[in-house]
């Protein structure tokens, strides 16, 4: 008999039909893997061009986006690639949430997937700081200014990021070390290990099929299911590249920064709370509270035990938190976004 | 078909699609609506940096002989982003917008000890005249209409339209500094007030009013760049509109500043000091079709012909329009042209002095003027204060003769020695040669 090959590990060979469904998944999880995948791939290629120092940063974007072959479009997908994997990730965690994928035996990979999430936006947010033009500028002070209300930790993970007193001339370099490295490493750890979990915790959180016994797809099936789901995102992403070019404007002078706040937008809703007062509790506290409380979802909050459905009815409260926490962040980044 | 097929089928067709929206946007990038289908590079050899600008602005006109494109470039002056190939990031950091001689940039667009913040012995301080001259610091008028109105005792300046200072006086009505109007003018007497509110938009850094005949840009263009009536662009660049106000005729800087530029500020109508309000001229025919004499002159003024035949530059040299480098309170302190400057008095010729070095400020200033012939070993006319007119040469003969700037026509000038003329040589106002010499404005 013919072994599985690591991938076959990765992948399930069979899923239960129910759970294969659509309208269970919304494919967000699939979807994110497939951005995942496509960021990675265009970010190698990127790797070729970008200069990550002060002087060339801005100048070799410019390079790649207007006058390297096909350059433009390496470039806008993996932008759009990471947009869209940070709200795909996003929604995957409330799919997870609203349907109590979290319980039985599954709430270490919440926890990975959590971890996950805090990558990306950590990517993200290095990555959109490594454009190093004068629309990141204001967002950047910001956001390493916010490292340093962290007590005690703050100034030295602020030094990590920025690589000096203020930004300047080695950040680029910090950045750049961070989002290719730093936290790329880790991210593509976690992404193995939180797929692995999925199998190795029995598949997608599915009503026991002792009880329930359900026809089951085989993988051929599933994954011309997911070459589908794949070709028509990857349409839809060549389409997205197309007609909307990620921002760029001139090189960043750290001296001569504009006041206008140009977050990006998964970054809007810390932003929106920053105007309210005090950094360090709404822009650190509140955020870390907020992360906690999902976290401690399927650890104190959650003792249901029902899978495989929406809204189970024995998991409220977590999914009032999971909803509140949804439209908090969505209330705040409209109301930043609207400004 | 198996109806497996079918959905694998249809999603190829989506990221067939999705390719197809990534080759066209491919073959036709933003640029190619001017014109062209590859971008085209420039390598100043002053920056050694390449730039794509001409990839859009292919046909723009070259700034000027003085400064050649393959020796500039663009994005020395201008700023802006020298790879992008899209109008919105290749225009992120432009000095002042369409131009970076705006009073706001000049220093960094167009300054340096190399440019025109160079030594004032060399005459390459441009830009420091410029900015402490009468045209951008209005300081005269302010001072006149305070003293009119009982806020300050004299006439000397106090205020500008904005602060500023001068390290250095050379001369002796120089002032240190200028304070700003508009903060005080809230504490003055309405006629100051309302002079701060309506009447600060003829000076050199001021937004021109939106008005055909007025349309000028604003700093050294403000005169350099010559504007038509509508202020519409006519020249070769494909990207600019031939429709829209607010434009240079062409993309050129000239020291041949014709009168219809000074015209944009001067000779456009009158302040009255009764309602501290402008006045427009009545007597101009409509849509700039004014004939050189009724665009010069008010019905009632006196001229003579040289006056109003020549440019106003023939006559009114660099320092005196951009002034000698000092802050000063009134036009007569630089002005340094009077009737006998080129036309001498009964006992004496004009002044005269030989130009023996090709590198004299003189000989480069009148190189910049394409009527100019001057040459080394020519003698040509001097102010009283010792600024050379390039364009009034004394020839072998011992006669003069004035080169229009200009229009680049030779003009013999007449001599009061061996006239009949009757000088008094203390009177050199104007009034007092107009008493002979005055023609009727026809």
């Known amino acids: 008999m013919k072994r599985p090959s690591f991938f076959e590990h990765l992948h399930p060979p069979s899923i239960p039909e129910p759970q294969a469904r659509f309208r269970y998944t919304l494919g967000l999880g699939g979807l994110s893997v497939f951005f995942f995948l496509v960021t990675t791939v265009s970010g190698a290629l990127l790797l070729f061009y970008y200069a990550p120092t002060y002087e060339q940063a801005n100048a070799s974007v410019q390079l790649l986006q207007y006058h390297v072959p096909l350059g433009w479009l390496v470039r806008g997908l993996h932008f759009w690639s990471a947009q869209l994997l940070v709200a795909t990730s996003g929604l995957h965690l409330l799919r997870v949430a609203l349907t109590g ?50 007590p005690l930790a703050g100034e030295t993970l602020f030094g990590w990021f920025v690589g000096g007193p203020e930004l300047g001339a080695a950040t680029v370099l910090r950045l750049f070390g961070w989002h290719v490295f730093g936290l790329m490493l880790p991210a593509l750890g976690l992404a193995v290990w939180h797929l692995f979990r999925v199998r190795r915790d029995g598949g997608i959180a599915h009503a026991s099929s002792v009880e329930f016994p359900v026809r089951r797809l085989p993988r051929r099936e599933l994954v011309g299911r997911e070459v589908v789901a794949m070709l028509i995102a990857g349409g839809c992403l060549l389409a997205l590249t197309s007609l909307a070019a990620p921002a760029l404007d001139g090189p960043l002078d750290p001296a001569a920064m504009s006041e206008q706040a ?37 650890y104190a909050i959650d003792r249901g035990r029902l899978l495989g459905r929406w809204f189970p009815s024995d998991g409220r409260l977590s999914q009032v938190l999971a909803i509140s926490l949804a439209i908090g962040f969505g209330v705040l980044t409209l109301r930043a976004a609207l400004r | 078909m198996r109806p497996s097929a079918r959905p694998i089928l249809l999603a190829t067709l989506a990221l067939a699609a999705g390719v197809g929206f990534a080759g066209v946007r491919e073959r036709t990038p933003t640029y190619a609506a001017y014109g062209s289908a590859v971008p085209i590079a420039l390598l100043p050899s002053l920056t050694g940096q390449p730039e794509y600008c001409l990839t859009c602005h292919d046909g723009i006109e070259e700034i000027s002989a003085a400064h050649p494109t393959e020796v500039f ?57 410029s900015l402490v001259s009468l045209q951008s610091t209005y300081a005269g008028a302010i001072a006149a209409v ?45 006629q100051v007030q309302a002079l701060g509110s309506r009447c600060l938009t003829c000076h050199l850094g001021a937004e021109p009013l939106d008005q055909p005949g007025r349309r000028r840009m604003t700093g050294c263009a403000a005169c350099h760049a010559v504007t038509n009536w509508d202020g519409a662009y006519t020249g070769g660049d494909p990207t600019i509109s031939r429709n829209e106000s607010g434009h240079a005729s062409t993309h050129r800087l000239t020291t041949a500043i014709p009168y219809t530029q000074c015209d944009t500020c001067h000779n456009r109508g009158n302040y009255r000091l009764v309602d501290m309000d402008f006045h427009e001229r009545t007597d101009l025919p409509a849509g700039g079709s004014a004939s050189r004499l009724q665009a010069y002159y008010q019905p009632i003024a006196q001229f003579t012909a040289c006056e109003y035949q020549l440019d106003c530059i023939d006559c009114h040299p660099s320092g005196e329009v951009m002034g000698d480098g000092d802050l000063h309170s009134r036009m007569d302190e630089v002005r340094a042209v009077e009737c006998r400057t080129c036309h001498g008095t009964l006992t004496e010729g004009p002044q005269t002095r030989s130009i023996f070095d090709a590198d004299d400020p003189a000989l480069r200033q009148a190189h910049l003027n394409p009527s100019s012939s001057l040459q080394v070993g020519d003698s040509v006319v001097v102010t009283k204060r010792g600024e050379t007119l390039w364009n009034v040469r004394r020839l072998e003969d011992g006669t003069f003769e004035l080169t229009a700037k200009v229009a680049g026509a030779v003009y013999a000038v007449p001599q009061v020695a061996g006239s009949s003329c009757e000088q008094v040589v203390e009177d050199q106002t104007s009034s007092a040669c107009h008493e002979c010499h005055a023609v009727e404005r026809h």
């Open chain 2, 146 to 190: 305070r003293y009119a109105f009982g806020a300050q005792p004299d006439l000397a300046a106090r205020f500008a339209v904005n602060a500023v200072r001068d390290p250095e006086i050379t001369t002796p009505t120089g002032l240190h500094s200028l304070d700003a109007l508009l903060p005080v003018a809230v504490t003055e007497p309405p």
């Open chain 1, 262 to 298: 140009h977050a990006p937008w998964f970054f809007l809703a810390v932003q929106e709370l920053l105007r309210w007062g005090n950094p360090l509790w709404l822009g650190v506290i509140l955020p870390a509270v907020a992360l906690l409380a999902l976290a401690l979802i399927p």
């Open chain 1, 101 to 150: 994928g979290f319980r039985a035996g599954r709430r270490f990979n919440w926890l990975l997937g959590l971890g996950l999430l805090v990558l990306v936006l950590g990517l993200d947010f290095t990555g959109y700081g490594l454009r190093w033009d004068a629309s990141i500028g204001w967002a950047l002070l910001v956001g390493t200014n916010l490292l340093r209300q962290i």
């Open chain 2, 73 to 129: 470039g663009c994005v020395r002056c201008h700023g802006g982003q020298p790879l992008a190939l899209d109008a919105e990031t290749a225009h992120a950091g432009m000095l002042g917008g369409r131009n970076p001689s705006a009073f706001d940039v000049v220093e960094v667009a167009c300054g340096g000890a190399d440019c025109h913040s160079g030594p004032s012995d060399e005459g390459l301080d441009h830009i420091h005249r």
